[in-house]
């Protein structure tokens, strides 16, 4: 019985958890696309854990505290996709697949994964001893130190106090970390956050725990000429990208996978189906009511480079203003003024298609070296992105009073990146306490 | 029916109901997963995909949290499947094929589907783990605003038949059809019918912004278990609709049970296109729609039924 069950179980998708390190998160989302493969957002349900790049060293320890989350038959695989290689994962997963950037990585989960399930490959044990993190503190049986059940820290997690509500009522508080592998937040962001029942009422941002990268084409052409084309298309890339991401934030995975198929390959050919997408998605309302009125920025709250985010919000700034090259174009930039989270989605939509019409026009036309250079999160210099590190800051002023969704929804329409933000001197560090 | 024979059908037909729902279910999402997406249609994927998933989940170990409540965290699952197989026993299949078609079967079906809130909480609360117990809140924050305009729908549907029973209800309406005569009653009905299901648009305790909510930290049989059920319980609110509002087995040519489940099919196809269709409705708003439009709407309903079931009579 058992045998038939694993024969069958061989053609299921096979469940992956992915945690991202340096420069893996294009390459991680798109195997949301291989049809072999199902992508979980907690370690719970899946059966491999993929670690994709180079993780910094602050997300060793996290990354250890997942594997042994996974259930059971299971194993990891490192996937050194930019041809990283990362010499202390593998120190630290030692019965790891190692895929390197040639091979197909897919192939690879599914091979293994097949040995997993005839018992051919035996299931990873735990690395981390199964003992509390923290020793017990606290009075009762269950480590409760303050009134009746509440207060205390057993095992070094606080138990929930009662604090009075928006509503005047009193609540219990629950205190927990997020991230930095949390589906919902870009790769590394880590938060701790004080909720009453499904409302944030405090946020706090740890450090960014990447120590550079970025790069790419935008930057590239900070220091010698690029093909505007190209630089167009993959502005398209990147936000349709991003779409693909907010849309599954929404419980749209179908419709996720559309916008990421055209992300993937996104170029003029695929102008007239970006823009039946982006216009549904206007009109249709189905996104946009529960995202209007969420996480209003006042223009006056925002660093006039920060790109999209600042042009949903009224700024007019976009460097590629001022280049000859764009305006011989006629490029104008779009501009809203409500500055919410929709404003923000409906910015990047509208970007997106505007990128592949800049394109589609663009011949032969070069952009740089310039000293400024409109990247699809806002300028880049040579001191990197600067404008992003206020917006990660930003946080912990705009999170709280939003429910938990909406404060999400709020974090994916702002577009982080923290590997990009680390790349810049002055945000390469943003907050304050992180321990690993 | 009565006596060893109810006892024999309903052994027999609930589970066979619910295998044959669930699996319509699993199939019918793949499709339309498939069809928005625009990819092509894999009949693999789509027949086969659910049992090889169902074996892989099978044959998965299941987790376990810290200090977690096991025997409440096991419970949940069953008694969201038992709360399902309930709520569809009380709906007649057809004429004459009934497993519990007693004289209060809306009344039956309203408090299974009212116990949902206690299996889903449960299931939120057991792990010991932050975001399950945020799903949990959640649901529980909720329940009364889908459990208030389901009920006064079906009573509205209930009052043209003078009875409480399903299958009065759905014989009812063999001269007109409830979603005909009660315009109101099904566009209603359907809301809470997918929150009631955590379902698409109205899926609050098991989103995705909370990584998977009250299943953030199952695996294994377990999260079959739950994900059967769910499916189970969105498979009875479509039967139930498709029974109260769309005439149930009544219809021409075909048997009664084959129009039965022409109709569920349809309903399952409304409620399954809305998830992949629908974005993650806010909380708030959800509230003061279900408030401030569903409820007075739904008491229009119950009132201008009464009125046309008096006027009728």
């Known amino acids: 019985m ?55 060293y602050p997300l060793l ?60 490959r035996a299931s990873e044990a735990p690395i981390q001893p199964d003992v509390p993190a923290s020793p017990w503190r606290g009075v009762g049986p269950y480590g409760q130190g303050g009134k009746g059940m509440a207060g205390g820290r057993p095992y070094g997690r606080p138990l929930p106090e009662r604090a009075p509500a928006r509503d005047g009522l009193e609540l219990d508080e629950l205190t927990l970390q997020i991230g930095p592998f949390f589906p919902a937040l870009p790769p ?76 993937v390959a996104a170029e003029p050919a695929q102008l007239t189906r970006v823009r039946r997408l982006v216009r549904w998605l206007e009109r249709s309302r189905t996104v946009s009511l529960a995202l209007r009125g969420v996480c209003h920025l006042p223009a006056s709250s925002l660093d006039a480079h920060a790109g999209p985010v600042s042009r949903a919000s009224g700024i007019g700034s976009d460097a590629r203003s001022d280049d000859p090259e764009y305006r011989s174009l006629g490029f104008e930039p ?10 923000r989605w409906q910015q990047r939509m509208r970007e997106a298609v505007q990128a592949l019409e800049l394109a589609d026009r663009a011949g032969n036309r070069t952009v740089g070296p310039r000293e400024q250079v409109e990247g699809p999160r806002g300028a880049l210099t040579t001191h990197g992105a600067e404008a992003s590190g206020p917006l990660l800051r930003g946080l912990s002023d705009w999170l709280p009073g939003l429910d938990w969704g909406d404060a999400m929804a709020a974090i994916v329409s702002l577009d982080l990146d923290l590997e990009e933000m680390a790349s810049s001197p002055n945000d390469g560090a943003a907050a304050e306490g992180y321990t690993g | 029916m009565n006596g060893p024979a109810s006892l024999w059908s309903a052994v027999v037909s609930v589970p ?55 025997e409440a965290w096991a419970l949940a699952p069953a008694l969201l499947g038992a709360l399902a197989a309930v709520a569809l026993a009380s709906i007649p299949l057809g004429a004459w094929f009934a497993v519990a078609d007693i004289p209060e079967g809306i009344v ?58 399903v299958g009065a209800i759905i014989q009812s309406q063999a001269e007109m059809w409830n979603v005909v005569r009660q315009p109101l009653g099904l566009p209603i009905y359907l809301v ?35 994900s059967i059920a769910r499916a189970a319980v969105l498979f009875a609110v479509a039967a139930m609709g498709a029974a109260v509002f769309l ?58 039924s009464g009125t046309l079931a008096l006027l009728t009579r």
Request: aromatic share 6%.
């Open chain 1, 2 to 56: 058992s045998r038939m069950l694993a024969r069958l179980a061989r053609g299921a998708y096979v469940p992956v958890f992915p945690i991202v390190g340096s420069g893996g998160r294009s390459a991680a989302q798109d195997l949301r696309l291989s049809g072999r493969l199902r992508i979980h957002d907690s370690p719970r349900p899946a059966q491999v854990l993929l670690i994709v790049g180079r993780l910094p």
């Open chain 1, 61 to 120: 320890r996290p990354a250890l505290r997942v594997h042994d989350q996974i259930s059971h038959p299971r194993l990891t695989v490192c996937w050194h996709q930019n041809g990283s290689n990362d010499h202390v994962s593998v120190r630290l997963f030692p019965t790891a697949v190692d895929v390197g950037p040639g091979e197909d990585v897919v192939d690879a989960i599914c091979e293994h994964h097949a040995d997993l399930l005839s018992g051919a």
């Open chain 1, 188 to 263: 590394g962001l880590m938060v701790d956050l004080r909720v009453q029942g499904d409302v944030i009422q405090e946020a706090r941002v740890r450090e960014n725990p990447f120590a550079g990268g970025g790069g790419g084409a935008f930057a590239r052409a900070l220091m010698e000429p690029v093909s505007l084309a190209e630089l167009e298309n993959l502005r398209a890339r990147h936000h349709l990208r991003w779409l693909a991401r907010a849309l599954r934030l929404q419980g749209l995975d179908a419709l996720a996978s559309r916008a990421l198929r055209l992300a």
């Open chain 1, 334 to 343: 779009i501009v809203q003024s409500e500055g919410d989270a929709w404003a």
């Open chain 2, 16 to 70: 066979l109901a619910i295998g044959t729902g669930v699996y319509a279910v699993a199939v019918l999402d793949r499709t339309l997963a498939a069809w928005v997406e625009g990819r092509p249609w894999s009949m693999s994927d789509a027949l086969l995909g659910p049992l090889r998933s169902a074996a892989l989940r099978y044959l998965q170990a299941r987790s376990s949290t810290e200090r977690p409540d096991r």
């Open chain 2, 108 to 165: 039956l079906f309203g408090a299974a589907m009212a116990m949902v809130m206690v299996a889903v909480f449960l299931h939120g609360w057991s792990p010991n783990s932050a975001l399950p117990l945020i799903g949990g809140y959640r649901f529980i924050a909720l329940a009364l605003s889908y459990e208030m305009p389901l009920a006064l729908v079906l009573i509205a549907a209930a009052l043209p038949a003078e009875s409480l029973s």
């Open chain 2, 192 to 226: 809470p019918a997918l929150g009631l299901a955590f379902w698409g648009p109205l899926a609050f305790p098991d989103a995705v912004d909370l990584a998977g909510g009250t299943a953030a930290e199952v695996s294994g049989a377990g999260r079959l278990v739950w």
């Open chain 2, 247 to 304: 005439g149930g087995w009544l219809g021409p040519v075909l048997p009664g049970p084959v129009w039965m489940a022409v109709k569920t099919v349809a309903l399952l196809v409304v409620l399954l296109a809305a998830g992949h269709l629908i974005g993650r409705v806010r909380l708030e708003r959800f509230v003061v729609l279900a408030w401030a439009i569903l409820i007075p709407l739904a008491l229009v309903d119950v009132f201008v």
